[in-house]
T-cell receptor, first 112, second 116 residues
């Protein structure tokens, strides 16, 4: 079964609104990463949060991590039409395997 | 933009043909990965490599094979393509070193394969 599960699967909002996506995982982790994928393209790394961090910011992105609940959230503030994409969380799991396990992704549509 | 390239970007091919998907990176990364992704779905790791002459099967069983003769090059081959191989194939690399936590992976643009 997948390490990461995300919800919602799809989200549609108006430009200027905030978008929140959630990710849950099953095993202990070293860090959790978020990626964006535009339609038909490869993934682009957005942000990495370590297991000893609770919150991290990067521009309009805010990521939180709750290791007790094995969950993370990605908040995009003041969304833009260009934010329309799929967003994936990814975890390595414990053991420093050098491999990432990706969640199912949230498809975000931002309407102009 | 990551310095990792995939060719072709799109490929439509008939059943039974042999195909090779190319992936190259200029970042000097030892670790490289192949993922398979169906539209709107999660990525599944099908192959990875920790360096030259190292290849491992991923978490999803795949009929494809890979080779790693040069650091920068990690091609994926299907000996006999079938319609069930229709998917998007994504190549990635990282500078992860054994014993350390996983960092960022850099992705190529993907190859969308259709087998008719």
């Amino acid at each position: 079964s997948q390490q990461g599960e995300e919800d919602p699967q799809a989200l549609s909002i108006q430009e200027g609104e905030n978008a929140t996506m959630n990710c849950s995982y099953k095993t202990s982790i070293n860090n959790l990463q978020w990626y964006r994928q535009n339609s038909g393209r490869g993934l682009v790394h957005l942000i990495l949060i370590r297991s000893n961090e609770r919150e991290k910011h990067s521009g309009r992105l805010r990521v939180t991590l709750d290791t007790s609940k094995k969950s993370s959230s990605l908040l995009i503030t003041a969304s833009r039409a260009a934010d329309t994409a799929s967003y994936f969380c990814a975890t390595e799991g414990s053991g420093n395997t050098g491999k990432l396990i990706f969640g199912q992704g949230t498809t975000l549509q931002v309407k102009p | 933009e990551a310095d990792i390239y995939q060719t072709p970007r799109y490929l439509v091919i008939g059943t039974g043909k042999k195909i090779t998907l190319e992936c190259s990176q200029t970042m000097g990364h030892d670790k490289m990965y192949w993922y398979q992704q169906d539209p709107g779905m999660e990525l599944h790791l099908i192959h990875y490599s920790y360096g030259v002459n190292s290849t491992e099967k991923g978490d999803l069983s795949s009929e494809s094979t890979v080779s790693r003769i040069r650091t920068e090059h990690f091609p994926l081959t299907l000996e006999s393509a079938r319609p069930s191989h229709t998917s998007q194939y994504l190549c990635a690399s990282s500078d992860w070193t054994s014993g350390s936590a996983m960092g960022e992976q850099y992705f190529g643009p993907g190859t969308r394969l259709t087998v008719t």
